[in-house]
């Protein structure tokens, strides 16, 4: 069973500051997905990266990089120079690929990011 | 273009009755997927629907059904609703059948009192 842990539940920063959200995930699939998504306090889940369990690249988009580690099966996620509205939170997710018909998401249970000015 | 698309966007209903939540997709998107997300959770599985038919069911009783229509918008029914019904019930779309980045809409906050 595909399982994700977002051991850290609430990080308070001061804006600047940089921060890394911890995802550590559990699957017996050799090819999966997994993704970082942001929910504001409008509730809707905003889409941020999708990696493909071959492709251990590390990522940067502007102050966000992300950091896959299939040794440690780790997908970390740094924001850099934090801002204020980067408050929200921020949830990992696996898909495993192929098995089934379908391509369902494994959440974790989600980080809540405060920035405060 | 117009994003994922749900209503209504609040719900208030009593126990034991019945609940129809319905969405719209990114349009050229044939995959809806149902989410229910409980306060301080992440998103729960429900269901997948790919060009029409049910493609996965999430760990849910049969009190939860779904359906997708020939324009690819989806219902979800909720019958015979308990206060642990309350909860986020978030949709998402994407363009394939697996793996493709979901896009979701902004939900409905369902209340069961």
């Known amino acids: 069973a595909q399982k994700v842990t977002q051991a850290q539940t609430e990080i308070s920063v001061v804006e600047k500051e940089d921060v890394t959200l911890d995802c550590v995930y559990e699957?017996?699939?050799?090819?999966?997905?997994l993704f970082w998504y942001k929910q504001p306090p409008s509730g809707e889940l905003v889409f941020l990266i999708r990696?493909?369990?071959?492709?251990?690249q590390n990522e940067i988009s502007g102050r966000y990089s992300w950091n896959f580690q299939k040794s440690t099966s780790s997908f970390n996620f740094t924001i850099t120079a934090s801002q204020v509205v980067d408050s929200a939170v921020y949830f990992c997710?696996?898909?495993?690929?192929?098995?089934?018909?379908?391509?369902?998401?494994?959440f974790g249970k989600g980080i809540t990011l405060s920035v405060r000015p | 273009d117009a994003g994922v698309t749900q209503s209504p966007t609040h719900l208030i209903k009593t126990r034991g009755q019945h609940v129809t939540l319905r969405c719209s997709p990114i349009s050229g998107h044939k995959s809806v997927s149902w989410y229910q997300q409980v306060l301080g959770q992440g998103p729960q599985f429900i269901f997948q629907y790919y060009e029409k038919e049910e493609r996965g069911r999430g760990n849910f009783p049969d009190r939860f059904s779904a359906r997708q229509f020939p324009n690819y918008s989806s219902e979800l029914n909720v019958n015979a609703l308990l206060l642990g019904d309350s909860a986020l019930y978030l949709c998402?779309?994407?363009?394939?059948?697996?793996?493709?980045?979901?896009?979701f809409g902004p939900g409905t906050r369902l209340t069961v009192t």
């Open positions: 990696r493909n369990s071959f492709d251990e």
């Open positions: 998402a779309s994407s363009s394939g059948q697996f793996s493709y980045e979901q896009y």
């Open positions: 997710a696996l898909s495993e690929a192929f098995t089934g018909a379908n391509s369902k998401l494994t």
């Open positions: 699957t017996r699939d050799t090819t999966y997905y």
